[in-house]
Structures are given as C-alpha cells and as structure tokens.
C-alpha cells in the first residue's frame, strides 16, 4: 500500500514536470516573436534538461518580464 502511494506522488511529479516542459515550448515558440532563435534553443534545451525547475527559471527571467513578447498593433478599419 505504501509504495502504491509513493509510486502515485512519482507519477504526479512526473506528470507536472512534463506539463512545465510542454508550457516552456509552447510559449517559446509562438509568443516569444522577437526572442532568437539560439536563444529559444537554448530555452528548450533548458526545459528538456531541468523540467519544472527550468520552467521556474521561465518565467523568473522571461514570462514575468514579458522580455521579448511583442503586442500586437491594432490598425483602425
């Protein structure tokens, strides 16, 4: 019974860091317009490597900065 609980806690930690994994690709790829493309590389790489924690490291440098996402310019009819 116990392990059937910790192996449960493995599999949502698991299940987390991936969905953190798929959260820092996506958003490098569509809403970072103006990032480079090294620099998006290297990104993925990052979320690949270091799961959840990369995706920490994300937001802290450049979702919570908004560093390079672009508005986009409503133009008038």
């Given at each position: 019974?116990?392990?059937?609980?910790?192996?449960?806690w493995f599999m949502l930690l698991w299940l987390v860091g991936l969905l953190a994994v798929v959260w820092v690709i996506y958003d490098v790829l569509t809403k970072q317009k103006a990032m480079p493309d090294i620099e998006k590389l290297i990104w993925v790489l990052v979320a690949f490597f270091l799961g959840w924690i990369g995706a920490i490291i994300y937001y802290l440098i450049v979702k919570r900065e908004g560093k390079y996402e672009k508005e986009e310019l409503q133009t008038l009819p």
């Open positions: 019974m116990f392990n059937m609980a910790i192996f449960g």
